[in-house]
């Protein structure tokens, strides 16, 4: 499900349980506990997206999202965990020590996905950041101009880096996903220019079933609008 450019898995992982690790697979593909702000902008937006699932109990958040520490208050000593409740928006510490008190459920979600090595076919890229969702439909102009709204760094994927991508995607579908949408054209950072400099390059995504994947670039008019999701070097 995505939620301005924050995709939130379709259901919960866990439900009431006191605690939740993230699992190392968990932490490649950028899932996270989403934090009190990301929280509170799904907790608004379900009035307007009937998609938005979560039921009306108390879930786990990022711990460290508010910057304070319950142990600096007057709450007495036991095991804490921060945490949002969806029924009214209210979010805090709660003790979880005690039985049946202070369980939450979990939904992960992502923004980004880290992409610290990647090899395939003998290339490699490294030390990249992949947005979760795609910003959607755009001709070039208007793609640069979205992009230079998310801050410093961020671009179009170059073609190699869009091929390794999604030959990753296609040969490690277990350990990694970097949502890619079906039988799209992916605008890329490489300008194959003619003579009135009105050509960029894409990468077509087809996506068969969930063991079959393929790309192949094609060349568009800039005027054409292509999908769009961004990238940049950490």
């Known amino acids: 499900m995505k939620i301005r450019f924050i995709q939130l898995m379709d259901m919960d992982l866990q439900s009431n349980v006191?605690?939740?690790?993230?699992?190392?697979?968990?932490?490649?593909?950028?899932?996270?506990?989403?934090?009190?702000?990301?929280?509170?902008?799904?907790?608004?937006e379900q009035s307007r997206n009937t998609n938005i699932n979560l039921e009306k109990k108390w879930y786990h958040i990022n711990q460290d999202s508010d910057g304070k520490n319950p142990f600096d208050s007057n709450l007495p000593v036991g095991f804490y965990q921060y945490q949002f409740n969806f029924s009214n928006g209210e979010h805090g510490w709660r003790d979880c020590t005690e039985d049946h008190w202070g369980l939450a459920n979990v939904r992960l979600l992502r923004s980004e996905i880290p992409i610290k090595y990647l090899v395939h076919n003998g290339e490699t890229i490294s030390n990249l950041i992949l947005q979760a969702c795609d910003m959607g439909e755009m001709n070039w102009n208007e793609a640069q101009?979205?992009?230079?709204?998310?801050?410093?760094?961020?671009?179009?994927?170059?073609?190699?880096?869009?091929?390794?991508?999604?030959?990753?995607?296609?040969?490690?579908?277990?350990?990694?996903?970097?949502?890619?949408?079906?039988?799209?054209?992916?605008?890329?950072?490489?300008?194959?220019?003619?003579?009135?400099?009105?050509?960029?390059?894409?990468?077509?995504?087809?996506?068969y079933d969930s063991d079959s994947?393929?790309?192949?670039?094609?060349?568009?008019?800039k005027s054409e609008k292509l999908m769009v999701k961004a990238i940049k070097s950490i």
């Open 213 to 221: 994947m393929s790309g192949y670039v094609e060349n568009f008019d």
């Open 18 to 44: 006191s605690k939740y690790d993230l699992t190392e697979e968990m932490k490649i593909n950028g899932w996270q506990l989403p934090s009190i702000d990301e929280m509170s902008m799904i907790f608004n």
């Open 145 to 207: 101009s979205q992009i230079s709204k998310l801050g410093d760094g961020w671009r179009l994927p170059t073609i190699k880096e869009f091929e390794l991508i999604y030959g990753a995607s296609e040969f490690c579908k277990k350990e990694i996903d970097f949502n890619l949408s079906a039988n799209k054209n992916y605008l890329t950072n490489d300008k194959r220019i003619d003579a009135t400099e009105n050509l960029v390059s894409a990468i077509h995504i087809s996506i």
